[in-house]
C-alpha cells in the first residue's frame, strides 16, 4: 500500500538507471574505452591511453544509452 505515483522525474530517474546498467553491461563485457593492454576478446571502439579518456569514453556511451532507453519508450 506503499506505492509512488508516476511523475515525470520518477520516470526519468528510470530511464537514468536503465542507461546506467546497460552503459556497465557494455563497457564490462566489450572493455569499452579501455587501454589497449587490455585481455583478449573483443575491443571497443577505441583505446584509452589516460583515465580522462576513459571517462569520457564512458560519458559518450552513457549518451547514447540514454538515447537509446528513451527512444524506446
Not at 580522462?52 to 532507453?69: S, T
Request: glycine share 14%.
Amino acid at each position: 500500500m506503499d506505492e509512488v505515483p508516476a511523475t515525470g522525474s520518477g520516470h526519468a530517474r528510470r530511464n537514468e538507471d536503465i542507461a546506467l546498467d546497460l552503459m556497465k553491461f557494455i563497457a564490462m563485457t566489450t572493455g569499452y574505452g579501455r587501454t589497449a593492454s587490455s585481455g583478449v576478446g573483443f575491443q571497443g571502439t577505441g583505446s584509452a591511453a589516460k583515465p580522462e579518456e576513459y571517462a569520457a569514453h564512458l560519458l559518450e556511451l552513457y549518451g547514447k544509452c540514454l538515447g537509446a532507453v528513451a527512444a524506446k519508450k
